[in-house]
Nanobody, 125 residues
Framework: QVQLVESGGGLVQAGGSLRLSCAAS????????MGWFRQAPGKEREFVAA????????YYSDSVKGRFTISRDNTKNTVFLQMNSLKPEDTAVYYC??????????????????WGQGTQVTVSS
């Protein structure tokens, strides 16, 4: 069983930055792919970014590419999402998720097995 706990959300002005963290419990963290998704009110959950177990591979949605950076520290069982140049349309609940490190579609939420409870990010204009 894997438990994921997000932190770091909050209220920020447009153009500002936030850093989200996701702490994972359980063994074999370094062998798990990790991802961030978000869900805005009235919208479906959407992929934001993902990173392979060793950290050598990353994936981003077009809407955040160049502004957000995903990283991980396997010694601390933690994955991060650095969000810069935030826009009001980035406002959402952000979820951390874990998946197998190989195979499947990294962009699809159905390939992730474990989910955190989410953290709210609000960007004011």
């Amino acid at each position: 069983q894997v438990q994921l706990v997000e932190s770091g959300g909050g209220l920020v002005q447009a153009g500002g930055s936030l850093r989200l963290s996701c702490a994972a419990s359980g063994r074999s963290f370094s062998s798990a792919g990790m991802g961030w998704f978000r869900q805005a009110p009235g919208k479906e959950r959407e992929f934001v970014a993902a990173i392979t177990g060793g950290g050598g591979g990353t994936y981003y949605s077009d809407s955040v590419k160049g502004r957000f950076t995903i990283s991980r520290d396997n010694t601390k069982n933690t994955v991060f999402l650095q969000m810069n140049s935030l826009k009001p349309e980035d406002t959402a609940v952000y979820y951390c998720a874990a998946r197998p490190n190989f195979g499947g579609n990294w962009f699809a939420s159905r390939t992730y097995n474990y989910w955190g409870q989410g953290t709210q990010v609000t960007v004011s204009s």
